[in-house]
């Protein structure tokens, strides 16, 4: 009889039950939790993932929204949940990519080390909007009104940090001589409200809530901040075409506390990207001005690494403070 080394038994036992746990995953219910509250796009395609998912697996898959300090109390929950897969994060790319730049070694979590990618479900602009008393109806024209002008304008966003306060600074940093006010808001109706009302002149929003209120003509669009056109805003140009290399893009994608076995890892993206995949989904998708992502759990780690840099930098250029 061939005797096997302990530590090839103790590899093959694992393996063979990494892969048994595979095949039966998921046995129960599993949680998607979501780090922002319902009504924004994060919950949104949080719920229709998870959805998706349990039609899939034929189990229930539940959103919980664990919301609060800019999405990070929901991130930590999850980096300190069972590695079992009946855990898994709706990541919006902020938590992920520029909080751990604007509080580097304070956070609780570390998005590279404490999680296992899975899949980046979608992606897209931000869409600058001005309130129509703005003598200004481009990019070109808004630099150009603000340098001229310095100390006299100010602009919203939906909090300290966020995606929407640093893709103006990217802005201010890359034209030069913008001085102008931020004023955070909890959240991007509080802040919409506002510039709305004329009190401040100018905010982002995301692309599929900012399309409908640039048709209505309640606010100008002023530029967006994707490579390309959006599609339901097809005469609304890039800051590229102003500021040429500029791209900011938001990213909703799916993570697992990093012990994730590599078989449960790779059903759940096999799944995922079968929905994503899917006509159906992409139309929806598009229409919400968004890009399905889809690729590999390798090309989201390698976005949110690329990311984590660019904002890093950022951050440190352009002097950005934020209170946790």
Do not use: C
């Amino acid at each position: 009889m061939k005797i096997l080394p302990l530590t090839l038994v103790l590899t093959l036992s694992i393996a063979t039950f990494g892969t048994a746990q595979a095949q039966s995953y998921p046995a129960k219910p599993v949680r998607v939790i979501v780090q922002f509250p319902p009504g924004g796009t994060p919950d949104t395609y949080g719920r229709v993932m998870a959805a998706e998912l349990g039609q899939a697996w034929n189990q229930s898959v539940v959103v919980e929204n664990r919301t609060g300090a800019s999405g990070n109390i929901g991130t930590d929950y999850v980096a300190k949940s069972p590695a079992d897969g009946y855990t898994l994060l709706f990541a919006a790319d902020a938590p992920m990519a520029i909080s751990p730049a604007l509080f580097p070694g304070k956070l609780a979590y570390d998005p590279i080390k404490d999680f296992a990618p899975i899949i980046n479900v979608a992606q897209g602009g931000f869409v600058l909007m001005a309130h129509p008393s703005v003598p200004a109806r481009n990019l070109k024209e808004l630099i150009t009104l603000v340098q001229s002008q310095p100390g006299k304008w100010a602009y919203a966003s939906s909090g300290a940090g966020g995606s929407q306060h640093l893709a103006f600074e990217m802005i201010r940093s890359m034209a030069g001589k913008m001085n102008m006010e931020h004023i955070p808001y909890k959240g991007f109706g509080q802040a919409l409200v506002d510039v709305l009302s004329g009190h401040v002149a100018m905010l982002f929003g995301g692309a599929t809530a900012s399309a409908p209120i640039v048709h209505s003509g309640k606010l100008r669009g002023i530029a967006i901040t994707s490579k390309t056109r959006a599609r339901t805003l097809p005469d609304l140009p890039t800051v590229s075409e102003t500021l040429p290399g500029f791209q900011v893009l938001g990213w909703y994608a799916l993570f697992a506390p990093a012990a994730t076995p590599r078989d449960l890892i790779r059903k759940i993206h096999a799944d995922a990207l079968a929905i994503v995949k899917r006509p159906d989904f992409q139309a929806r998708v598009l229409k919400d001005n968004l890009d399905p992502v889809g690729g590999t759990p390798e090309d989201l780690a390698a976005q949110l690494k690329t990311d984590i840099e660019m904002w890093t930098k950022l951050v440190k250029v352009a002097n950005v403070k934020a209170v946790q």
